[in-house]
């Protein structure tokens, strides 16, 4: 399908050969590069910081595709930008200044997106549409990759769409976590455009460019 846009995430690849396997995504037909940023404090795990998005700005022309799971994210857009960020999504939760941040985004010259995990309702983030471009939603709880996708998340793809549609509003909708060709068309059902991938591509069993068909052709 011509409407849907994969983004390959890096959390998955094989770091000692980043910038091969980025390539081989690139040229399998991934539309961005998708990077975990994770504190240690909003999730329990640490990875990536503005080093990692200068070095994927380096190897690719791709969008990338910045996912910031850190307490107070407003203290970093700015420096994840410069790098090289062309999307940059922020959580809903624990962070009260939240539309500010969604604004200084914009300003910065990036696309902002807000992010809702699987314990937050689609409600909590109606007041920030007017400000966001696209809308992630997490099909796992945030911090790990190779997680199984959470079927419960399925009405909140719906409910959010239909937000979206009563706005109205041209923000896609993200979906992350456990995105295969089994789950990827039921979430593309429930509305869904924008589908992160780190396993299903980077793991994949017969190699990158066979994980990338199976999730372009997995809606038929």
Not at 167 to 193: C, E, M, W
Not at 198 to 218: C, D, E, M, W, Y
Request: aromatic share 6%.
């Amino acid at each position: 399908m011509d409407d849907i846009i994969l983004s390959a995430s890096i959390l998955s690849a094989d770091f000692a050969h980043l910038a091969d396997e980025i390539a081989q995504a690139e040229a399998a037909g991934v539309d961005w590069l998708h990077i975990d940023v994770m504190d240690g404090h909003f999730v329990p795990n640490i990875t990536m910081g503005p080093f990692i998005v200068e070095t994927c700005r380096r190897i690719s022309s791709l969008p990338l595709d910045v996912h910031l799971m850190i307490e107070k994210p407003e203290r970093y857009v700015e420096a994840f930008i410069r790098a090289g960020a062309n999307y940059v999504s922020v959580h809903v939760e624990g962070n009260p200044n939240i539309h500010r941040t969604l604004q200084t985004i914009r300003s910065l010259g990036a696309k902002a997106g807000i992010v809702l995990n699987p314990g937050t309702p689609a409600y909590a983030i109606s007041a920030l549409l007017p400000v966001v471009d696209f809308i992630l939603v997490m099909t796992v709880n945030p911090g790990y990759s190779g997680q199984s996708f959470l079927a419960e998340s399925v009405p909140k793809i719906s409910e959010i769409k239909a937000m979206l549609e009563r706005h109205p509003s041209s923000a896609l909708i993200q979906v992350d976590g456990g995105i295969n060709a089994a789950t990827l068309p039921i979430a593309y059902q429930a509305g869904a455009r924008i589908f992160v991938a780190a396993t299903a591509i980077f793991n994949h069993p017969q190699g990158i460019q066979a994980g990338v068909k199976s999730l372009r052709t997995a809606v038929k």
